[in-house]
């Protein structure tokens, strides 16, 4: 007996179904239901390699799905039909059932390849998504050593260098002090002071390089702190007003969030000031009941933003393509609106749960 309109109809549906399964074992359930509708099978196996020298077996019944993984080949029973994935290479794979005839040959004749692509399909998925995790947990250990280089360098110029700095200010006072009260060393004087002077600056541009690396209020007061303390300096060194307000209620986000996001405003700030030609630069945190959001918007000139990406819609900027990679590990969203002659706005979106995700992935690749 061959198959009927409403059986190749079904057929048609399953490889519909199979080709957009979201992972094996709706494959599996889909390839029995279907077997059992059109033949009225009660047992199925299917045998399939995902990787070399290692086979996965799974068991379909109408009670259970039982499922095996193997080292060595599990040859097909004697009893019932079975149909190879590849007729040149038995070991490639197979599906078997418990009954024999012409309308289960056929059945099987259809559905297997069926089955194999769908199979393929799932185990190019798993090594795509594989691929992803991987660049994704390369791209956050780049960013996490590179903070920490930072809050070295920055630790040894704050503490050595500038206390060094610091000293010798001192030292120069005192020298500038004793050399006043004798006559003629008013040119000694007026060198002591100078020098002094210069300490003064070159100690200023230490600590301001010390704060651009890691701000260590960002440790002691938090993000918030931390922000307006990098808008306050933004306003001192470059002509344009700068303003910070906060909404909500401020809470504590973690150690990894508050340095993405401060990084992220840093840039966002660094690019209006670079580029942007504004006046005017507003920045926002806001802490709503799911989410922390910080806003920097500019009145600059804005610009296209298809300027941001090459002709394999890759972004090409550096700093946009390094915001966009802190939010998308933590689990946020980042978003960018602008045109021609109408500035920028700059939107960083992170959930509170990205802060006990984020510690769950930190612990689990931990070293034990």
């Not at 909404?247 to 508050?258: F, H, P, Y």
């Not at 992170?350 to 612990?363: E, G, I, L, Q």
Request: contains cysteine; proline residues 4%; positive net charge.
């Amino acid at each position: 007996m061959g198959l009927s309109q409403s059986d190749i109809r079904r057929i048609a549906g399953f490889a519909r179904k199979v080709t957009k399964a979201p992972s094996v074992e709706t494959v599996i359930s889909e390839t029995f239901e279907t077997l059992k509708a059109i033949a009225n099978i009660k047992e199925m196996r299917i045998v399939y390699s995902p990787a070399p020298s290692s086979w996965k077996e799974w068991k379909a019944s109408p009670d259970s799905v039982e499922v095996r993984p193997h080292d060595e080949w599990p040859a097909p029973g004697k009893k019932g039909l079975t149909l190879l994935f590849d007729p040149d290479d038995e070991h490639s794979g197979f599906v078997s059932v418990d009954k024999k005839g012409e309308k289960v040959r056929s059945t099987l004749e259809i559905m297997t390849p069926e089955v194999w692509c769908a199979l393929l399909l799932q185990s190019a998925l798993r090594r795509v998504q594989k691929a992803a995790i991987s660049e994704t947990e390369l791209v956050r250990e780049t960013f996490r050593a590179r903070d920490e280089e930072r809050r070295h360098i920055s630790r040894e110029l704050h503490d050595d260098l500038g206390q060094s700095m610091a000293s010798l200010k001192l030292g120069l006072k005192w020298a500038e002090d004793l050399v006043r009260k004798k006559r003629g060393m008013e040119e000694v004087v007026k060198e002591l002071s100078t020098a002094r002077s210069d300490v003064g600056t070159m100690l200023e541009k230490i600590r301001d390089l010390s704060h651009t690396l890691y701000p260590r209020i960002l440790d002691t007061l938090g993000l918030v702190a931390a922000v307006k303390e990098l808008a306050y300096q933004a306003s001192r060194h470059a002509s344009l007003a700068v303003n910070c307000t906060v909404r909500g209620k401020g809470r504590a986000l973690g150690k990894e969030i508050d340095v993405a996001l401060y990084r992220c405003c840093q840039e966002a700030i660094s690019n209006a000031i670079r580029h942007s030609e504004a006046s005017k630069l507003e920045i926002e945190i806001s802490f709503g009941e799911d989410e922390v959001r910080v806003t920097v918007v500019d009145n600059g000139k804005g610009f296209d933003p298809r300027a941001l990406y090459d002709s394999n819609s890759r972004m090409m900027t550096s700093g946009f393509w390094t915001i966009r990679q802190r939010m998308a590990d933590l689990g946020g969203a980042f978003r960018l609106s602008t045109s021609e002659g109408h500035g920028a706005v700059v939107e960083l979106i992170v959930p509170y749960s990205s802060r006990k995700n984020h510690a769950s992935r930190k612990n689990k690749t931990a070293p034990r």
